[in-house]
């Protein structure tokens, strides 16, 4: 069974400060990808990587980075969270055209 | 990166088959379609998966026309549980893929 874990299912941070989200995944695959889904608006990419310390930005990226200095390690870092950085952000690795998501964090900034 | 359009929301009875019919009018010649369910507070999970013609699996059958302009999902006899969210992506293995809002189908009793 695929597992793909991420650190938080619930988060609460305040204005301001830096958040990190981890992402494991159980598998030796090199494609990972960090989402982020708002109501109407579905899953909207933030940044993806496809091998360790290498990572491409997605749709959003402002406002975000990220760290791949493991294969099976994924994070995403909000270097100062606002508000409308509220989600669910969702972590996915890959193989060929399949996506395994995590359960997801959200991610909830006052 | 191809996009699709989707119907945002369906409605369905408990027994009928209900079809998702998805517009990707850009695709490109080494891109697949793909199909992803997702239910509430999961993440999306992969239904089907096809290039051309028809695919079935023991979920879904997937039918995609000669210029594959476009593509359906058709779900036979569905059930409460099917109620999710559906998306279609369009692209190829090694490239990101745009989700979009997906299409909201409520199975009613």
């Known amino acids: 069974d695929v597992k793909v874990t991420q650190s938080s299912r619930y988060l609460v941070k305040r204005t301001g400060e830096k958040v990190f989200l981890e992402c494991v995944q159980d598998?030796?695959?090199?494609?990972m990808f960090w989402y982020r889904q708002d109501p109407g608006l579905g899953l909207r990419l933030i940044y993806f990587?496809?091998?360790?310390?290498?990572?491409e930005k997605g749709d959003i990226p402002e406002g975000y980075s990220v760290s791949r200095e493991k294969k099976e390690r994924f994070s995403l870092i909000l270097e100062s969270a606002s508000t409308n950085q509220t989600s669910m952000y969702l972590c996915a690795r890959r193989a060929s055209y399949e996506q395994y998501f995590g359960p997801g964090t959200r991610l909830t900034v006052t | 990166l191809a996009k699709t359009t989707q119907p945002i929301s369906m409605d369905s009875y408990e027994g009928q088959e209900v079809n998702i019919t998805c517009s990707h009018n850009n695709i490109a010649t080494n891109d697949y379609i793909t199909w992803y369910q997702q239910f509430p507070s999961q993440g999306p999970r992969f239904i089907i998966q096809g290039y051309k013609t028809k695919v079935t699996n023991e979920v879904a059958s997937l039918f995609i026309p000669a210029d594959r302009k476009s593509s359906t999902l058709s779900l036979p006899r569905v059930s409460l549980s099917d109620t999710a969210v559906y998306y279609c992506?369009?692209?190829?293995?090694?490239?990101?893929?745009?989700f979009g809002t997906g299409t909201s189908l409520t199975v009613i009793p």
């Open positions: 992506l369009v692209g190829e293995a090694g490239n990101q893929f745009y």
């Open positions: 598998m030796d695959h090199e494609n």
């Open positions: 990587s496809y091998d360790v310390k290498m990572k």
